[in-house]
């Protein structure tokens, strides 16, 4: 991959364009397209590692030393999360796949909102924030929507449960990830929205598209190590420059 130096800024026409146009589209999303949702980034503005060190709440380490402290942050995400709505950017992404000859959408997020907007194929590259695993070694999992309480919550088998995420030094799950490469590809229009992209191997996706022939298009508030390569970069809000890529029908609030 090499520096296109034609980069489209702005360009919500061709971006639109290239949209309808697709017979396979791949989308990667990351913590951005959730913050309008109220869910904070991890960087940037208001962002998660701004006030924390990820080595002291998203690592295997930091929970073996203190899993008290590593809950308290899941659960405290766990409660925003439950509180929070799929917004205008997750409805045009659901719409999207609706109409979609192949649609593929691979999330960095743990937050679910991909779901509850409606999206079916989705390769959750991170895990999810309702599930948990056992640590001991029974390695049970199971989804505890629930109030956990009290934390840490604790397996049938005596063991100390984990949020069945996936933590910084830890490996991708191997199916997923092989999956998300094959959809990168594979498509004709690869989607990256809200992403820092800084974070490998999910960052690789984007360069991995464009390598294999898809057009690449960037829709994100400010400029990533991404921005100089992709076909066509939008600076601005997920929540509305996705309904204008995607020209989907006026984007309701969903009626439940
Ligand atoms: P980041 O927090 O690194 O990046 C969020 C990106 O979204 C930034 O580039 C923002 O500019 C952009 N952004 C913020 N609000 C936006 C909006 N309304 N519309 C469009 N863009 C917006 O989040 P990720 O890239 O998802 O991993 O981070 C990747 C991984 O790093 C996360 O999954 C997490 C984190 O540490 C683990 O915890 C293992």
């Given at each position: 991959?090499?520096?296109?130096?034609?980069?489209?800024?702005?360009?919500?026409?061709?971006?639109?364009?290239?949209?309808?146009?697709?017979?396979?589209?791949?989308?990667?999303?990351?913590?951005?397209?959730?913050?309008?949702?109220?869910?904070?980034?991890?960087?940037?503005p208001?962002?998660?590692?701004?006030?924390?060190?990820?080595?002291d709440l998203?690592?295997?380490?930091?929970f073996?030393?203190?899993?008290?402290?590593?809950?308290?942050?899941?659960?405290?995400?766990?409660?925003r999360?439950?509180a929070?709505?799929?917004?205008?950017?997750h409805?045009?992404?659901?719409?999207?796949?609706?109409?979609?000859?192949?649609?593929?959408?691979?999330?960095?997020?743990?937050d679910?909102?991909?779901?509850?907007?409606?999206?079916?194929?989705?390769?959750?590259?991170?895990?999810?924030?309702?599930?948990?695993?056992?640590?001991?070694?029974?390695?049970?999992?199971?989804?505890?929507?629930?109030?956990?309480?009290?934390?840490?919550?604790?397996?049938?088998?005596?063991?100390?449960?984990?949020?069945?995420?996936?933590?910084?030094?830890?490996?991708?799950?191997?199916?997923?990830?092989?999956?998300?490469?094959?959809?990168?590809?594979k498509?004709?229009?690869f989607?990256?929205c809200?992403?820092?992209?800084?974070?490998?191997?999910?960052?690789?996706?984007?360069?991995?598209?464009?390598?294999?022939?898809?057009?690449?298009?960037?829709?994100?508030?400010?400029?990533?190590?991404?921005?100089?390569?992709?076909?066509?970069?939008?600076r601005?809000?997920?929540?509305?420059?996705?309904?204008?890529?995607?020209?989907?029908?006026?984007?309701?609030?969903?009626?439940?």
């Amino acid at each position: 991959m090499s520096a296109t130096n034609h980069v489209r800024l702005n360009d919500v026409a061709q971006a639109r364009d290239w949209i309808e146009n697709a017979r396979s589209i791949a989308v990667l999303t990351g913590a951005g397209i959730s913050a309008e949702s109220g869910i904070p980034t991890f960087r940037g503005p208001g962002g998660f590692w701004n006030n924390h060190r990820p080595e002291d709440l998203a690592t295997p380490q930091a929970f073996a030393r203190d899993p008290k402290l590593v809950w308290e942050w899941y659960d405290m995400r766990r409660q925003r999360v439950a509180a929070a709505k799929p917004n205008a950017g997750h409805r045009a992404l659901a719409k999207l796949e609706a109409h979609a000859p192949t649609f593929t959408l691979i999330t960095q997020n743990v937050d679910g909102l991909h779901h509850a907007a409606g999206n079916r194929n989705i390769i959750e590259l991170h895990g999810n924030l309702w599930q948990v695993r056992c640590v001991a070694c029974c390695r049970h999992e199971e989804n505890r929507s629930v109030p956990l309480a009290p934390l840490p919550p604790q397996c049938a088998c005596g063991g100390w449960m984990r949020p069945a995420v996936v933590w910084f030094g830890e490996a991708m799950p191997a199916e997923a990830m092989w999956q998300a490469g094959l959809a990168a590809e594979k498509c004709d229009v690869f989607l990256v929205c809200g992403t820092s992209a800084v974070v490998y191997p999910a960052a690789e996706l984007p360069g991995r598209a464009m390598s294999a022939g898809a057009r690449v298009i960037e829709v994100n508030l400010e400029a990533t190590p991404f921005s100089d390569y992709a076909h066509v970069s939008l600076r601005g809000k997920c929540g509305e420059l996705l309904p204008q890529i995607i020209r989907v029908p006026a984007c309701p609030e969903p009626l439940i």
